[in-house]
């Protein structure tokens, strides 16, 4: 009797409702059919207590907070990085993706621009950024920072 998608009412020429509603809403693909993803299937508290699932067993997902998981080698190094500072190589203008990419999973020292400078472990280099472990002097630490803000860069 009645059809199984929203009525289309008329709107306006050229506005946004026309392109909302354009497409008919199937009430049968409303709700997934995937065994297992039914409306309350994936339910999980919101706390747990820390480092473990929902009923005490172990780790459901990642923490919500800190480094993505990136395989075996996304985590810090296991040791200091090298105690000297480099020479600081002749800067370009930008710092190009592809050429600190060649640096993933290696000792690098930055140079930032204000003067800033410290050593560096890559584990993403985005199209704008670079991310990793920073050393603090005494632990590394996760870190992410612009690539328009790094003046050079130097890894071993």
Not at 39 to 46: K, T
Not at 123 to 137: K, P
Request: charge should be neutral; hydrophobic fraction near 30%.
């Amino acid at each position: 009797m009645y059809p199984n998608y929203l009525p289309q009412y008329y709107n306006y020429p050229n506005s946004q409702e026309n392109f909302l509603y354009s497409t008919p809403f199937h009430v049968e693909n409303y709700y997934p059919s995937h065994p297992g993803d039914r409306q309350f299937g994936g339910f999980q508290p919101l706390f747990a207590p820390p480092g473990q699932g929902p009923m005490g067993g172990p780790p459901t997902s990642p923490p919500p907070f800190g480094p993505p998981d990136q395989g075996a080698a996304a985590g810090p190094p296991t040791s200091p990085p090298p105690s000297f500072v480099p020479q600081q190589q002749v800067s370009a203008y930008a710092v190009d993706p592809g050429g600190i990419r060649g640096c993933l999973y290696r000792y690098t020292y930055l140079w930032l621009r204000g003067f800033e400078q410290f050593w560096f472990y890559p584990t993403h280099v985005g199209r704008n950024s670079v991310s990793g472990y920073r050393w603090t002097g005494f632990r590394w630490v996760y870190f992410g920072i612009d690539l328009r803000q790094i003046q050079s860069f130097t890894c071993f």
